[in-house]
């Protein structure tokens, strides 16, 4: 049997990890030079190129995760995400982690007070995505949807809960025990709800593909 940290293949959902290097692990990453930590720098600085950097590094994974939450208004809660992120920029201290932490953890607050106000009032047709200046072009949004939409699907699948650990730990490519921050709950708990997802997954996707199943 193998270690906790072990991930068994799962093709589909590393589709979703591109950003991250395409690698699924519960285990914490090797330490390597982070990609928004230079656009960040800079973004903090002013720099609004730098920005736009900084947007299309987190953006795709923020929608996924979002998506994974509430499908139908994940678009508009990244827009207010964002739209809060550019207000308190000049007030954010830190560095690449705290920042993908900070924005997550923005999108999150923003999906349950979507939800708490949805459940609220009776439904009403939702305003345009507002269009912050760098958003890709429609034809990339599209082919980006053909490769992940599988595997947000997949995970999705999962308890709510478990499947936002998966999103925030694989997706995001937070460390447990940031996630276990923004989630509420234990480290160890957020490694062993990951890792059983995981397995699960894999299971999953190996079945609808007609592969032989190991259930030990």
């Known amino acids: 049997m193998g270690e906790l940290g072990d991930v068994p293949e799962l093709p589909t959902v590393r589709t979703l990890t591109t950003e991250r290097g395409g690698v699924l692990s519960s285990r914490e990453p090797q330490r390597t ?20 950097e900084v947007w299309r590094l987190l953006h795709p994974p923020l929608l996924r995760y979002l998506r994974v939450r509430d499908r139908d208004t994940a678009e508009d809660i990244a827009a207010e995400t964002w739209l809060h992120v550019v207000r308190d920029l000049s007030r954010f201290a830190g560095g690449p982690a705290e920042f993908r932490a900070w924005v997550f953890t923005l999108g999150r607050h923003r999906a349950i007070d979507a939800g708490r106000a949805r459940a609220a009032r ?43 650990m998966v999103m925030l730990r694989v997706v995001a490519g937070l460390s447990v025990a940031e996630v276990a921050v923004i ?34």
């Open 33 to 52: 030079v982070d990609p928004l930590g230079e656009p960040l720098a800079r973004a903090l600085d002013g720099d609004e190129d730098a920005f736009g």
């Open 122 to 164: 009776p439904s009403t047709p939702t305003a345009e995505v507002i269009d912050i200046g760098t958003a890709p072009s429609a034809e990339a949004a599209a082919l980006e949807r053909v490769d992940t939409d599988a595997a947000v699907r997949l995970v999705a699948s999962l308890p709510p809960a478990q499947a936002e």
């Open 183 to 216: 989630v509420g709950k234990k480290p160890g708990t957020v490694a062993v709800n990951v890792h059983r997802a995981l397995k699960k997954l894999a299971r999953t996707h190996r079945a609808r593909r007609g592969e032989g199943v190991n259930t030990r």
